[in-house]
């Protein structure tokens, strides 16, 4: 809205707002670089962000939480953002409306195409979550997600 308080603020400001949110993304990540990745499963050496195989420390669960926060909140913004432009574009007249289409239809490629590349990962990585307490060497069903997860978070690195 062209009135709201945020559209005057200053510039400083904003920078200023952009900075505190990038230092706080930051923080709360950093952890990454400070924790060893590197892992043995069965004779073999890994070295990944996600550590499937012994999931039990805090670190691997402040990960998952920040990897499905990370989603939702974004999402949530695209999402209210979307609604309200394609719900203006929607009561303007019919004159004005014809040049706005195309605002409209880029606009929702945009939440489509980060629901498309973020969804997938996250919902592997739920499923994965779900499914660990009954998680034996021997389960398929548990094997199988993870490899669906890491495929899935294959294609979300490839966005």
């Not at 039990?56 to 669960?61: P, R």
Request: charged share 15%; with cysteine; proline share 3%.
């Amino acid at each position: 809205h062209p009135h709201h308080t945020l559209n005057s603020l200053s510039q400083a400001y904003a920078i200023t707002g952009v900075t505190l949110i990038w230092a706080m993304m930051i923080a709360m990540t950093s952890y990454l670089l400070f924790e060893s990745h590197v892992f043995k499963q069965n004779n073999r050496t890994f070295c990944e962000s996600f550590n499937l195989y012994n999931p039990s420390n805090v670190g691997a669960t402040w990960h998952d939480v920040l990897f499905v926060v990370e989603f939702v909140a974004p999402l949530a913004v695209i999402l209210y953002c979307t609604y309200s432009i394609v719900s203006r574009l929607r009561s303007t007249k019919n004159e004005i409306r014809r040049k706005f289409m195309k605002a409209k239809r880029v606009v929702m490629a945009v939440a489509v195409v980060f629901i498309l590349s973020f969804l997938p990962s996250n919902v592997g990585r739920i499923v994965v979550l779900l499914m660990q307490p009954n998680k034996t060497k021997a389960s398929k069903g548990y094997w199988a997600a993870v490899e669906g997860f890491y495929v899935t978070l294959c294609l979300t690195y490839d966005n």
